[in-house]
């Protein structure tokens, strides 16, 4: 122990105060030792897998703890060099050339001179002439198909028998009709009147025949009416057929005779059947001298320029016009019309002619037999029978506006 007294100290050689002063230095150097080793940099840690492999930088694919999944990488290949572009010649514009073909369809009907239609002919009994040249056929077939009509009746406050033999033929040609076939009906007197759109539904038709019961007006604008279907049917795609059942006179139209044959011409893949009405009546009044169009006078010459008429608007487009003089004939009529729509033959050529100028080119149809000479029909008795032929007489070719 340790005594101070008045300035003196005892005991100060003891050995403790050394000892206490030796391990105060000792424990003082061993704190400056850690402290630098402590302030090291730890960022400096060695890997936590050694034995990572570094890819190669032409490998590709994910990485993993382990090492790469080395996928060769695909060496680039240059791009394929752009086409050469023509050189462009000084003052001179820019142009696109486009060649079109023009096609010719015909639907031809083949008949003996009773009406009966003739099938089994083949593509080489046929000769095409257009304006007297002839024509190669490129395709010919002979098929039934269901047919695209407009029934377009003529019922006017003219007189009573020609609205009854309008509606007998009406309705004789509705039970004509076909599950397949489409059909429209409309009636005209001053204007058309759409009754039915296109259906397929015979009772939509037989409706529609029943709305005609108390005429309207007494004029029949039958060249106005007309033209109006012919425009209604150029949205129509296919081939389409006119049942047009009229007594043929047109009093009050627009348009003239001209104008509506210029659109027949015009107009292609339609074919027109006339059926006229009101034969009865007409050689009635003939004989009696009485007028058969109440307040409109109508001579019996009206008359034979209708039917005239009539027999140009079927042959311009290859159809046929049909005269019946007793309601009996009404459904042998139509079956034939049936018959002939169903049994046409349907060819295709391009014309020699190629000018899309708009000009009307006239067509001629011919039958030969295999060795050139004209092709011969005989019944069963073996007489020969005399063929008919039923085609357009001539088209409208295109012009290069359309």
């Known amino acids: 122990m340790f005594r101070f007294r008045s300035g003196r100290c005892r005991n100060l050689r003891s050995p403790f105060p050394k000892l206490l002063i030796w391990l105060l230095l000792s424990l003082l150097l061993g704190v400056a030792k850690v402290i630098p080793a402590s302030a090291q940099d730890t960022s400096q840690q060695a890997p936590a897998n050694p034995n990572k492999q570094e890819a190669p930088p032409a490998a590709g694919g994910p990485q993993n703890d382990v090492g790469p999944y080395v996928i060769p990488k695909k060496k680039e290949e240059p791009p394929p060099p752009a086409p050469e572009k023509p050189k462009k010649i000084e003052n001179m514009p820019d142009y696109s050339i486009r060649v079109e073909v023009p096609e010719v369809d015909l639907d031809v009907l083949v008949t003996t001179k009773d009406g009966q239609t003739i099938p089994g002919l083949r593509k080489d009994n046929f000769k095409i002439f257009e304006d007297g040249a002839p024509q190669t056929i490129a395709t010919f077939n002979q098929t039934q198909a269901p047919i695209t009509a407009v029934l377009l009746v003529e019922f006017a406050s003219t007189n009573y028998s020609f609205m009854v033999d309008a509606l007998n033929a009406s309705y004789a040609f509705a039970s004509t009709l076909k599950k397949d ?182 067509l001629k149809v011919e039958l030969k037999a295999p060795d050139g000479s004209p092709l011969k029909v005989r019944d069963q008795k073996g007489k020969d029978v005399k063929v008919v032929v039923y085609a357009r007489e001539g088209y409208t070719a295109k012009h290069t506006v359309e």
């Open 181 to 362: 076939d489409w059909v429209s009906v409309i009636s005209y007197d001053m204007k058309p009147y759409i009754l039915a759109d296109f259906t397929q539904d015979k009772r939509a038709v037989m409706a529609a025949l029943n709305q005609l019961r108390i005429p309207g007006f007494s004029e029949t604008n039958l060249f106005d009416a007309t033209f109006d279907t012919l425009d209604r049917l150029d949205r129509v795609e296919g081939k389409k057929y006119i049942i047009l059942v009229t007594t043929g006179v047109d009093t009050f139209s627009k348009i003239n005779l001209d104008q509506i044959l210029k659109k027949i011409k015009s107009t292609k893949d339609v074919t027109i059947y006339p059926i006229s009405v009101g034969f009865a009546a007409r050689e009635y009044c003939e004989v009696h001298g009485c007028r058969t169009r109440g307040i409109i006078p109508v001579g019996n010459m009206d008359y034979l320029q209708a039917d005239n008429e009539m027999r140009t608007f079927a042959s311009l487009t290859g159809g046929r016009a049909y005269f019946p003089r007793f309601q009996g004939e009404l459904p042998e009529i139509f079956n034939q019309v049936g018959s002939d729509i169903r049994n046409q033959y349907s060819i295709t050529y391009h014309p020699t002619n190629a000018k899309l100028d708009g000009t009307y080119r006239k």
